[in-house]
């Protein structure tokens, strides 16, 4: 498969816009063979190399713990029919085995994540920007809700990463980019409506090829 043949989208998103699940959704139509995902959160860098607060706190709602260059050759080799192996990033949890994650190539390549448009020199390979978009109080509920339940966090846990991390990180390097995307899913409620579109669009790109 050459580069020509080769649809890529990035697909961004503040925490608890609906990435994953709007992915899951599109996955259980297209399937990978159709639809390749990959997500940013495989290519954090290593702990030591985290931006710490000034409370020496790691920040992980910030472009420079993300390695943008090991994305963008991966992409490369995925545009050139080549297939891509790297393991799972468990944000050092010691209670997770690391999985293989396996990338092949198909006709629509979508990268997923909170920064996918921030690095420029990647900006400019997507073929097709998505932007997942909820209101501020939403996304923090949502935050709240899950962080609690899934990771064990307190509220005062969540809501001092929301404040000092995953809001400063938002306004400066996500929302400048809401401007420019080709669609712009909404996602207060439900994102039905949105879904169906980018199906259709999808579904339109994979019969012209």
Known sequence: MQRSETFLVGLAGGSASGKTTFIRKLSEVFGQDKVCVITQ???YKGLSEQL??????????????????????????????KTVKLVEYTFNNPDIFPKEIVYSPAPIVLLEGLFVFAD?????????????DADDDVTLDRRLKRDTAERGMTNDE????????????YKEFLK???SNADYIIKNNENFDACLDKVIAKFNNVIEAK
């Not at 969540?158 to 990180?169: F, G, T």
């Open 176 to 178: 400048p980019h809401k």
């Open 120 to 132: 420029k020199s990647l900006n400019k390979m997507f073929d097709y920007r998505l932007y997942i």
């Open 41 to 43: 959160d495989n290519y």
């Open 52 to 81: 710490r607060d000034k409370n020496g706190m790691v920040n992980f709602d910030h472009p420079t713990g993300i390695d943008f260059g090991r994305i963008k050759k991966d992409l490369r080799k995925l545009l050139k029919g």
């Open 158 to 169: 969540v809501m001092y990463q929301w404040e000092n991390h995953v809001q400063p990180a």
